[in-house]
């Protein structure tokens, strides 16, 4: 069963910067690299992050903070020259355990226009190690990631971003 959604005490555990390569390939869709720089559980009471904010400029993080506590979806934080700056949220999960992993990225290749639909696959991921084993409050998980232009098709940008999020294996 899958849903779709679309849109335009602190705990720290800071790890390296994540590469991930797309690995659905589709003729009738261009996949899209992207890099995790972030990915986060918050709560009222609970903050836990995974990935080197250190490196991300501080406008971008502040933004992502704000989107901690958010709806699902796909929200631009911030564009630049160069790259794309995306917040991905999977919204309230039940247990401190439970989250996502990005499976694909990719943008409809049939009637490209300058500005398409981003769309974005993942799946729900549970037994997450998060620093915390049990919460009696609903948590939110959210993922920044970086599209670089440079790896988008010519002479677009993006429109709108769609996630497609697959329940628990």
Same mark, same amino acid.
Request: aromatic content about 8%; some cysteine.
């Given at each position: 069963?899958?849903?779709?959604?679309?849109?335009?005490?602190n705990?720290?555990?800071?790890?390296?910067?994540?590469?991930?390569?797309?690995?659905?390939?589709?003729?009738?869709?261009?996949?899209?690299?992207?890099?995790?720089?972030?990915?986060?559980?918050?709560?009222?009471?609970?903050?836990?992050?995974?990935?080197?904010?250190?490196?991300?400029?501080?406008?971008?993080?502040?933004?992502?903070?704000?989107?901690?506590?958010?709806?699902?979806? +796909?929200?631009?934080?911030?564009?630049?020259?160069?790259?794309?700056?995306?917040?991905?949220?999977?919204?309230?999960?039940?247990?401190?355990?439970?989250?996502?992993?990005?499976?694909t990225?990719?943008?409809?290749?049939? +009637?490209?226009?300058?500005?398409?639909?981003?769309?974005?696959?993942?799946k729900?991921?549970?037994?997450?190690?998060? +620093?915390?084993?049990?919460?009696?409050?609903?948590?939110?998980?959210?993922?920044?990631?970086?599209?670089?232009?440079?790896?988008?098709?010519?002479?677009?940008?993006? +429109?709108?971003?769609?996630?497609?999020?697959?329940?628990?294996?």
């Amino acid at each position: 069963m899958s849903l779709l959604l679309g849109c335009s005490s602190n705990i720290t555990n800071e790890g390296n910067y994540s590469k991930y390569d797309t690995v659905y390939i589709d003729t009738n869709k261009l996949s899209i690299p992207f890099t995790q720089l972030v990915y986060s559980k918050n709560s009222s009471n609970f903050n836990w992050q995974s990935g080197n904010s250190e490196e991300i400029l501080p406008e971008i993080m502040e933004k992502y903070k704000e989107l901690a506590i958010i709806a699902p979806g +796909g929200w631009m934080v911030k564009e630049t020259p160069t790259e794309y700056y995306i917040c991905l949220s999977i919204g309230g999960v039940e247990a401190v355990t439970e989250g996502f992993e990005i499976s694909t990225i990719n943008i409809p290749s049939d +009637g490209l226009v300058t500005e398409p639909l981003l769309s974005i696959t993942a799946k729900r991921v549970s037994n997450e190690i998060s +620093g915390i084993s049990a919460m009696n409050e609903t948590v939110y998980v959210t993922s920044l990631i970086t599209i670089l232009k440079e790896d988008l098709p010519d002479n677009i940008s993006i +429109g709108a971003i769609s996630l497609l999020l697959e329940e628990i294996l």
